[in-house]
């Protein structure tokens, strides 16, 4: 950096005004070009996140959609179970009671031939006694 000097009459030299006028200048020259660099630099940055944003944006976007899919689909496949847990559990306790009534049909019978058993131990008794 120049230094300015003061002549005799108590004036600085007007080449060293100059001179000083130059150094300052080309300085700011310098400091705009390299805001101006950088400001160039950011807008272009700024330029790629919004890009990277839209992106982020439209997978989240995706994902919510399948995760939204994917709760729907667990949704009716859970419903889906549920019912035929249902018709099952149905179809279980139908079997149940026709078994429940054969059961009771061939206890009849059994108990019948047990009494025609009995009652036929008793005649070959008798007939044996006789």
């Known amino acids: 950096m120049v230094k300015l000097k003061k002549t005799i009459t108590g004036k600085y030299r007007p080449e060293d005004v100059e001179c000083y006028i130059r150094q ?9 070009k390299e805001q101006s660099d950088r400001i160039t630099d950011l807008k272009e940055e700024n330029i790629l996140l919004k890009d990277q944003l839209e992106s982020f944006k439209e997978k989240e976007a995706y994902i919510l959609d399948t995760m939204q899919r994917a709760e729907k ?16 559990l149905f179809k279980v306790a139908e079997r149940e009671k026709q078994l ?3 059961n009771g049909v061939y206890v009849d019978k059994l108990v019948a031939v047990k009494k ?12 044996i006694d006789t």
Not at 24 to 32: F, S, W
Not at 73 to 88: P, Q, V, W, Y
Request: aromatic share 2%.
């Open 116 to 127: 025609y058993i009995s009652m036929l131990l008793t005649n070959i008794v008798e007939v």
């Open 100 to 102: 429940q009534r054969l």
């Open 73 to 88: 689909m667990s949704g009716d496949i859970i419903d889906d179970a549920n019912l035929e847990a249902a018709k099952r």
């Open 24 to 32: 300052v200048r080309a300085e700011l020259e310098t400091t705009l």
